[in-house]
């Protein structure tokens, strides 16, 4: 069955960076499109990043434009997501997702396959 792991969460002061990543198998990882969520208490979960399959297509939520990079490696079947310039505002719980398609999207609806989550917490 589909899993996805992700890994890289913890706890880093305001202006940190942290790298998550996830990793994906039993897909068709070179012809998915994968995203990244994210979710904080009483709030729903929200778009930060997605990448096509090739990579070449990638979009951002405007939260975090400019400070966060996705990036996939199809032989590893990895996706990471750079986060730089952190703020005490993006704590949450962050979650990789996976559609059964290769285009991108950015709606939770939209997504097939879903990771646990990694913790995220910056302090001010």
């Known amino acids: 069955q589909v899993q996805l792991v992700e890994s890289g969460g913890g706890l880093v002061q305001a202006g940190g960076s942290l790298r998550l990543s996830c990793a994906a198998s039993g897909l068709s990882f070179s012809n998915t499109a994968m995203g990244w969520f994210r979710q904080s208490p009483g709030k729903e979960r929200e778009f930060v990043s997605a990448?096509?399959?090739?990579?070449?297509?990638?979009r951002y939520a405007d939260s975090n434009k400019g400070r966060f990079t996705i990036s996939r490696d199809n032989a590893k079947n990895t996706v990471d997501l750079q986060m730089n310039s952190l703020k005490p505002e993006d704590t949450a719980v962050y979650y990789c997702a996976a559609r059964r398609t290769s285009i991108v999207a950015v709606t939770p609806r939209e997504y097939d396959y879903w990771g646990q989550g990694t913790q995220v917490t910056v302090s001010s």
């Open positions: 990448i096509n399959w090739s990579g070449r297509n990638t």
